[in-house]
Structures are given as structure tokens and as C-alpha cells.
């Protein structure tokens, strides 16, 4: 039963991934308990305004069960949660708790809501599926591909998967293709899984990656279709990404010279590494790389999966989630990755003696589009450095009207006192508004509002 004190504490810290303020119990709440259930689970108080002031609620006697009545009925599978009435300088607030819900996902009059930041999000269709298969630990990639027969791989990449494998020492693979791939679960019930054909088939599923070199946006110097296996497509992608990059000799007092490519190689290949790994192919769209002369970008179609968030990328101990296991399998052990969620660690690990570069990551049209862009850090001169730094959260708060100061930190990477005197340049030179509530407001660009985008 929620104390006095317990309230006070959740008002105080403000609503987040797990609490939500309502000031009267309706159908948005029901909607919130449902993305609370295909989450982490959470905490709504009915009774509570946005900004946190207790209004409190009128019930009756048999409200709180007439509540649970109206839950139960409108979720499918139906849930639970714990509801209690507590009294609050007079006035009544009611607490209704949901934990997370084992299997996912649960829906309202046929609608599927997730929990993301401070927000209900409706998930898509291909949302729907990957939380379902992810609540009974499923892969897509695992399944058995219809109408497909062992004819369909190639023998010669499946012997030199095996080689890889033994070499790299990780796992000890049979030398016969078929003994090994049944062992992997790469066959099944004498049928190639999606993961082997994605892998090894002789003639590659439509699966591309779409990379070019841009002088603008419109303004294409090169353009190429790569359609192979996975492992044969990362080769030839980053082949031509390091075609197009500008490489630097230098001497540090030996006889040999040393190359320093404006970009560190190994945190490209492992941003590519993770498009192709983590991407949703279930969705028919590409890989798309592009180079321009003072950025690369890499969008890789799907959103996060499991519940991860750009925030969480941002950290050390982030836990990996795998949309497509028996792929990430595959390229653990033949050492193309170092282990599970380690790629955005490793990556931050190279652009340390690139402090030129600034390196952002975002969910974008429906997937994740990482940037690498030159000049952006302060060592490429103060001025210089500001001033791209500055133009960058400009940038992002145009592209993600409202965003809140702790994500832009997160996904920049930069100190709070820095982002701080960044936001004040901008604001002071009026190109954005900060709208809402301190604890619940974010940022939006004065454009947006002037021109009628963002009511004001």
C-alpha cells in the first residue's frame, strides 16, 4: 500500500519511463497502463496535474472496482494492476500499478502502446512483432525460410565460415557444411533458416546496401547497389567507404611513415557492423551509406529492439539486444564483433584521438542513422569548434522538436555546463525556444514556431 511519503517522492521526481499523472481516470489511462505492461512497467496517479499539483479525485465506493472492471475489459490479454485510494492534504489521489507483463504484447481495443521516455508510443506493425518474439525469447532470423531447400546455399562460403570459426578459436565447428550449420541451428528439420540463407545462399536474398558519394544532397559522384551475403557485403561496403576517404602520412621520428585516415577505420566498420548485425529484415528498405565531404552517415532500417534507447547507447553497461541472434552469432564467431553489445563502446573507444570528429546516433524514419562528421570538435580550434558544436544541437533540436536537455547531453556526449552555455548562445541569438514546464518542457527551433509548426 503507497504511503504519504511514497506520493510525495514520485511527484517530486516528475513523470518519466515509469510515472504518469492523470488528473481524472479516462481511456488514456488505460492506454498508459498498457504501454507501462509492454515496458518496464510503472505507476499512474490519478489525481495529479502535469506539472505535478495535487488536484485530487473524486471517488466513490465502488469506483476503484469499477476502474479494475474497465481495465481488465479493455485489455487484451487482460490485466491487473494494484490500485489504492491515499488522502493527500485532504484531497485523494489513486495509484494504479502495473509490472511489466510477461507476455508481450498487450493491447487496448486492438491498439499496442509501448513506453518510451515520458510518452505512450502506438507501435507499428513490425513493433508488434518484434516485441512478441522478444517476450518468448524468438529470433526471426531462426525460423525455417518457406519454400527453400539446402540447394539454395553455397557450399564455398559455408567451408569458409568454418574455417573462420575454428580459426578464430571461439567455437569448434565439424568440417562437414551441413553437420556444422545443424549444429548452429542454421538448419533445421533439414531446411536453411533465414540466418543461412542471409549468410551463405548462393544467390543473395534482395537485402541491399545503398551507398554513394555526395557532394550535396542532390549531387551524386558515385553511386552502388551492394546485393551479396553479409559477410561479402560488409567487405565490399567498407572497401568503398576507405575508396573515398582522404588519408594523411605522418613521421614520428622512425623510418616508416604512418597513415592517419581523416576517419579511424575500425569505429566505421563497427558502425557498419552493427546496420547489418541489429537491422530489420523484415522491412524491405536499404542500407543506406553516404559520404559527403565533411560527413558519413549510416541508417540501418529498424528502430532499437528490445526496449534500448539512444540514451542507453551512450553508456558502458548497456545491455545488448538481439533482434537477429543466429546473424550476430555468425559474426561473433568468426571475430568480426568482439561481443554483444560492445559496438557503440568500441566505436567511442576509437573517436577518442579523433576529437575532431563528433559522432551522433539517432532513431530516425523508422531506423537508426549514425553520423560522423568532421570538424565538430573543439581541438579543431575554439572558433571553429564552438561553432560546430553549437550548429549540431541546432540541428537536432530542428529535427526533434522538444527534445529535453538530458537527451541532447546523452547523444552528444558532451558535459552538462558545456551544453548549458550552448543552449544559452542559442537562445540568445533567438534561434531557439525553450516551451513547457521545466521538468516536463524541451526545446524547439524559433523557426518552427514562428512559422506556425509549434503553436506558441
Not at 351 to 368: N, Q
Request: charged content about 25%; some cysteine.
Amino acid at each position: 500500500m503507497a504511503t504519504v511519503i511514497d506520493m510525495n517522492r514520485l511527484i517530486e521526481s516528475g513523470e518519466s519511463q515509469t510515472v504518469e499523472f492523470k488528473t481524472s481516470f479516462y481511456r488514456e489511462t488505460i492506454e498508459t497502463l498498457v504501454a507501462f505492461a509492454n515496458a518496464q512497467g510503472g505507476t499512474v496517479l490519478v489525481g495529479v496535474a502535469d506539472d505535478g499539483l495535487v488536484k485530487g479525485v473524486t471517488i466513490g465506493k465502488e469506483s476503484l472496482n469499477d476502474w479494475l472492471s474497465q481495465i481488465k475489459s479493455a485489455t487484451s490479454p487482460s490485466i491487473i494492476p494494484d490500485i489504492d485510494a491515499v488522502t493527500m492534504g485532504g484531497k485523494t489521489v489513486v495509484t494504479i500499478c502495473i509490472n511489466e507483463y510477461p507476455v508481450k504484447p498487450v493491447n487496448t481495443k486492438g491498439k499496442y502502446y509501448k513506453r518510451v521516455a515520458t510518452s505512450n508510443h502506438q507501435l507499428t506493425l513490425s513493433e508488434i512483432t518484434d516485441l512478441y518474439m522478444q517476450s518468448l525469447q524468438l529470433s526471426w532470423d531462426s525460423y525455417e525460410a518457406p519454400r527453400q531447400s539446402l540447394d539454395a546455399l553455397s557450399v564455398t562460403k559455408i567451408e569458409k565460415f568454418i574455417d573462420q570459426v575454428n580459426q578464430g578459436g571461439r567455437f569448434s565447428l565439424d568440417n562437414s557444411p551441413l553437420l556444422a550449420l545443424e549444429k548452429l541451428k542454421y538448419v533445421v528439420n533439414g531446411r536453411p533458416t533465414w540466418a543461412s540463407l542471409l549468410l551463405f545462399a548462393g544467390e543473395a536474398l534482395r537485402h541491399h546496401i545503398h551507398i554513394g558519394r555526395f557532394k550535396t544532397p542532390t549531387m551524386i559522384l558515385d553511386d552502388r547497389q551492394i546485393t551479396d551475403t553479409l559477410f561479402e557485403a560488409v567487405d565490399q561496403a567498407m572497401k568503398f567507404i576507405v575508396s573515398y576517404i582522404s588519408v594523411a602520412f605522418t613521421f614520428d621520428g622512425s623510418l616508416q611513415r604512418k597513415e592517419r585516415f581523416a576517419y579511424p577505420l575500425p569505429a566505421l566498420r563497427e558502425a557498419l557492423l552493427n546496420a547489418v548485425v541489429h537491422r530489420d529484415y523484415a522491412n524491405s528498405s536499404d542500407i543506406q551509406i553516404k559520404i559527403f565531404d565533411d560527413r558519413i552517415t549510416i541508417f540501418s532500417p529498424g528502430k532499437l529492439y528490445g526496449g534500448l534507447s539512444i540514451a542507453d547507447l551512450s553508456t558502458d553497461h548497456y545491455q545488448s539486444r538481439l533482434r537477429n541472434k543466429l546473424i550476430a552469432e555468425a559474426f561473433y564467431l568468426t571475430k568480426n564483433i568482439e561481443k554483444y553489445g560492445s559496438g557503440f563502446i568500441r566505436i567511442r573507444k576509437e573517436l577518442e584521438v579523433y576529437p575532431e570528429i563528433v559522432f551522433t546516433v539517432e532513431e530516425i524514419g523508422g531506423g537508426v542513422l549514425v553520423t560522423f562528421r568532421l570538424g565538430g570538435g573543439v581541438s579543431g580550434g575554439v572558433s571553429g569548434g564552438v561553432s560546430g558544436g553549437v550548429d549540431e544541437i541546432l540541428n537536432y533540436i530542428r529535427m526533434k522538436p522538444g527534445v529535453k536537455r538530458g537527451e541532447i547531453a546523452v547523444t552528444f556526449n558532451i558535459r552538462q555546463r558545456t551544453l548549458e552555455r550552448w543552449l544559452k548562445r542559442l537562445k540568445d541569438e533567438k534561434k531557439v525556444i525553450f516551451k513547457g514546464a521545466p521538468k516536463t518542457g524541451g526545446y524547439f527551433a524559433a523557426e518552427a514556431i514562428n512559422d506556425g509548426q509549434v503553436p506558441r
